[in-house]
């Protein structure tokens, strides 16, 4: 077991549950969704860590492959989700 | 001793990051998380370089940080006078869900530490290795993600058309920017080709080398913000008609692709080996354009001018206009 693996895995979890702490505590939907983001990239940077192994050896791709969908499946989401936040703003100073 | 400063170098950067990831997501100030979480972005990108990850580290830098940091900042600009939050009265909840964190945290570190212990699991990456040689392109991610794992991507895909079909219904674009200086002008005007020209090479060199469809999308995608913030009303995108063909371009291809190849007994996107790596190029080609156009309409956040009137039918138009004269009734 690395020491490499054991700081950035650590790292992933304290990221994902700042996040969702984030999500949990803040009453703004721009804050929101920030968290949910810094939360997202919790879970990759677990993935990534999962992949690694070791300074001379090829690390794994598949879970690369996964985190690179992943990052584009997020920013579309949180597009998706800063639209309707801002739709609800209108509707709200109407 | 170099093992040494290699932790001592993770170190520094992990609690960097997880120190900036604090800051920006308990931050009161609106401005203040978002840049920082642009920060938290490039930051990434470091580690995925770190964790030899370059395919991420790219992907990161150019949509984490870039695009994702781009939405973010034009959302603010909506939410100007709003940015403080409430004093919140909720102690006792905020309470509980720091005890909550702080358990969640604990058993993650545990499972964590036991799936390293019990790590002789089974790895996809031997697979992967063996099979390459059929896969038509050398970069082992790119194997994956337009080969092996084509499926997941053309899902993908969907997901991020879906994802801007939800944007363009929810309403009109953000009103444009004046243009901007002569320094910004000036700026956009040199940028623009350069990036375009690195969009067109990461995805040429996607094949054999870190880059693909995504990152040259993200760079196209960046071309259409600068030009945004330039002044330019549509952003490079084209007419109508040409942004919608364009937004169903890299699904439509894809699937094309993977039924065409049923014709020689084959599966659903089974390429043949000795196509394979031209199959992939016209598919990321194709992807490349989707993405970028999406991710460009996702900035605009919105349906861009031009579409009103097209989206409108004319039963759409009787009704509001019967709506119009009931308010003024």
């Known amino acids: 077991m690395l020491a490499t693996t054991i700081i ?12 969702l702490r984030g999500v949990l505590l803040h009453t703004t939907a721009l804050a929101r969704i920030l968290a949910l983001n810094v939360c997202g990239a919790g879970v990759f940077l677990l993935f990534v860590v999962l992949a690694y192994r070791g300074a001379g050896m090829t690390p794994d791709p598949v879970p690369h492959a996964l985190v690179l969908t992943g990052i584009v499946v997020a920013v579309s989401a ?4 800063l639209a309707l936040a801002r739709r609800l703003r209108e509707i709200d100073h109407d | 001793m170099s093992e040494l400063l290699w932790v001592l170098f993770d170190l520094v950067l992990a609690g960097l990051t997880v120190g900036l990831a604090w800051v920006a997501v308990a931050t009161r100030e609106l401005r203040r998380g978002v840049l920082l979480f642009v920060g938290l ?24 940080a870039g695009i994702a940091g781009a939405l973010l900042i034009a959302a603010l600009r909506d939410e100007i006078g709003v940015s403080a939050e409430p004093e919140d009265g909720y102690t006792a909840s905020r309470r509980l869900v720091d005890l909550g964190a702080i358990g969640l945290l604990l058993a993650l570190s545990w499972g964590l530490l036991d799936a390293f212990l019990l790590s002789d699991g089974v790895r996809l990456a031997e ?6 040689g059929e896969s038509g392109v050398i970069n082992p991610v790119t194997a994956v993600l337009l080969n092996f794992r084509a499926y997941d991507t053309l899902l993908e895909l969907a997901v991020v058309f879906a994802a801007v079909l939800g944007v363009l219904s929810v309403g009109p674009a953000r009103p444009a920017l004046e243009a901007g200086s002569l320094v910004l002008t000036g700026l956009v005007r040199w940028l ?23 990152q040259a999308g993200a760079m196209l995608a960046a071309v259409a913000v600068l030009l945004r913030l330039g002044g330019v009303a549509h952003a490079g ?24 190849v049923m014709f020689a007994d084959r599966a659903f996107l089974q390429y043949p080996g000795d196509i394979a790596g031209v199959l992939i190029l016209v598919i990321e080609i194709a992807a490349t ?8 309409l ?32």
């Open chain 2, 127 to 132: 697979g992967v290795a063996e099979r390459l």
């Open chain 2, 289 to 296: 354009l989707s993405i970028a156009t999406a991710l460009a």
């Open chain 2, 237 to 260: 995108l084209p007419g109508t008609a040409a942004t919608r063909w364009l937004l169903v371009l890299g699904i439509g291809v894809f699937v094309i692709v993977g039924l065409s």
């Open chain 2, 192 to 214: 623009v080709p350069i990036l375009v020209v690195v969009a067109g090479y990461l995805l040429w060199v996607g094949a054999h080398a870190p880059g693909g469809a995504f």
């Open chain 1, 78 to 81: 949180t597009a998706l989700a």
């Open chain 1, 8 to 19: 950035y895995g650590f790292a992933g979890i304290c990221l994902f549950v700042l996040g």
């Open chain 2, 41 to 64: 972005g490039l930051l990434l990108a470091v580690i995925w370089a770190r964790l030899r990850a370059p395919d991420l580290a790219l992907a990161e830098a150019a949509i984490g």
């Open chain 2, 298 to 329: 996702a900035y605009l956040g919105g349906r861009p001018v031009g579409w009103e009137a097209d989206c409108d039918s004319p039963q759409h138009r009787v009704n509001r206009g019967a709506a119009d004269r009931g308010g003024d009734a």
